[in-house]
């Protein structure tokens, strides 16, 4: 599903790209699929920010620290915490 939304994304077609994004974190809960979920959370926070809605994007990014964070995974939490910071600053 992550390359459907992406394909659709690249298509411009902005509607179905965010359903395939929607229903992609959907399943990735759903399966208890963490790592796949996180990435889902991070290129989904980049497809709303690209589409100027920067507040979504934020929860989005919240979304991805936290399961990047359980994880383990410090690099991406880091990265995470500075687009974080850039956009609050």
Request: aromatic share 14%; no cysteine; net charge neutral.
């Given at each position: 599903m992550i390359n459907e939304a992406h394909a659709l994304e690249l298509l411009g077609r902005g509607t179905e790209a965010e359903e395939a994004w929607r229903q992609t974190l959907e399943r990735c809960r759903f399966a208890g699929a963490v790592h796949l979920h996180a990435v889902a959370e991070r290129h989904f926070a980049e497809f709303l920010l690209a589409a100027g809605r920067a507040p979504e994007a934020v929860g989005t990014l919240h979304a991805a620290r936290g399961?990047?964070?359980?994880?383990?995974?410090t690099t991406v939490v880091r990265e995470l915490d500075e687009r974080l910071a850039a956009l609050a600053g």
């Open positions: 399961l990047y964070g359980r994880l383990g995974d």
